[in-house]
């Protein structure tokens, strides 16, 4: 067959049609496999939630009035939350964390399991932290809640940094959405059922038809033999 020939989606959709147990299959193959990964396979994860309230109305400013507290010391403030984040995920304060709390993974693995972001565009600063275990989640989430005001203060002068929720202990795991990730491996393998008879068509080199013979030759075609039924 020729390679160079152009093929419209309306082609590709025939090809899958014509050869529709492949897809079938491959589907089948995908989304069984998604399942057994992960009912199988993958850990549970474990996850704990803490906050912290950073801002940069210290006590001095705090007895001021409260009209007089102007917009932009908030502004100030979320800014010094976002320097607070990029204070709280550096290797060194990892390090220090991982000191403290024993825990026997890397300072780079144990960032890895924490996320941080300020809570609805607020000075609320949200600390989440996801594993496979509900324990090792806890204690490195309260680890960094405790750490974090003294890691803070010491880089940036000023300022108002407070727990707001310690870690929370909680033995049930997340949502491994079964249902989910297996449509999504059926639909992958379907993709990869499409390409695969797209493929298989490229490589076929036989005369299927009269219209085979016109696109890929300049033979004029004087007639047909027709099939004839047994």
């Not at 100030?76 to 220090?96: A, D, G, I, P, R």
Request: charged share 20%; net charge negative; hydrophobic share 40%.
């Amino acid at each position: 067959m020729n390679t160079n020939k152009e093929y419209s989606i309306f082609d590709i959709i025939n090809m899958a049609l014509q050869r529709w147990w492949i897809v079938a299959c491959c589907m089948i193959i995908g989304g069984s496999a998604m399942y057994i990964f992960s009912y199988y396979v993958s850990k549970p994860v474990y996850q704990s939630v803490g906050t912290l309230y950073i801002s940069n109305v210290n006590k001095t400013n705090q007895q001021r009035p409260t009209d007089e507290i102007s917009l932009n010391e908030i502004v100030t403030s979320q800014e010094l939350l976002k320097s607070s984040v990029e204070v709280l995920n550096t290797s060194k304060f990892y390090s220090h964390v991982k000191e403290v709390s024993k825990l026997p993974y890397s300072p780079a693995k144990l960032k890895g399991m924490v996320t941080m972001a300020a809570r609805n565009e607020t000075e609320i600063l949200e600390i989440t932290v996801k594993s496979d275990s509900p324990k090792t989640s806890y204690i490195l989430l309260e680890t960094v809640i405790s750490l974090a005001k003294e890691e803070i203060e010491w880089v940036v002068e000023g300022g108002s940094i407070k727990p707001l929720d310690h870690a929370s202990y909680s033995s049930d795991y997340l949502p491994r959405n079964i249902g989910r990730n297996s449509l999504l491996g059926a639909l992958v393998g379907a993709l990869a059922g499409v390409g695969l008879i797209f493929i298989l068509e490229l490589i076929d080199t036989r005369i299927k038809s009269s219209n085979d013979l016109s696109e890929n030759y300049s033979y004029y075609i004087l007639g047909e033999i027709p099939s004839i039924a047994d």
